[in-house]
C-alpha cells in the first residue's frame, strides 16, 4: 500500500509515462538538487527469449527537469543493455 502512494507521487511529479518503462531506484537531496535515479524495466518479451541476453545498463544520462519547491530536479537515467546471441551485437530498446 505504501508502496501505491509512492508510485503515484511519482508519477505526478515526473513527466508523463516515464514509469511504464523505468522503476525509480533511489532518490537523493541536497540544499540546491533532487536528483532521481530511474532504470529502465527489464523487457519481459526479450528476456523471455532464448536469443537474447541482457548486459546490464549503459552509461547514465542525466536529464534536467522542471524544479520542485525551488530545488532543480536531475533524472539520472539508465537504460538496459541487450545483446543477441546469435550475431553478438549490443543493441536498447527504442523508446
Given amino acids: 500500500m505504501k508502496n501505491d502512494y509512492l508510485n503515484m507521487l511519482a508519477s505526478l511529479v515526473l513527466p508523463a509515462q516515464i514509469l511504464d518503462y523505468f522503476l525509480i531506484s533511489g532518490v537523493e ?3 540546491q538538487e533532487i536528483h532521481i535515479s530511474l532504470d ?9 527469449n532464448i536469443h537474447f541476453e541482457s548486459k546490464g545498463f549503459m552509461e547514465a544520462v542525466n536529464v534536467t527537469d522542471f ?8 533524472l539520472r537515467i ?6 543477441d546471441l546469435r550475431t553478438g551485437k549490443s543493441f536498447s530498446i527504442p523508446i
Fill in 67 to 74: 524544479p520542485i519547491r525551488d530545488h532543480k530536479v536531475i
Fill in 29 to 31: 537531496q541536497t540544499s
Fill in 78 to 83: 539508465r537504460r538496459r543493455r541487450w545483446t
Fill in 40 to 48: 529502465e524495466k527489464m523487457n519481459p518479451e526479450l528476456s523471455n
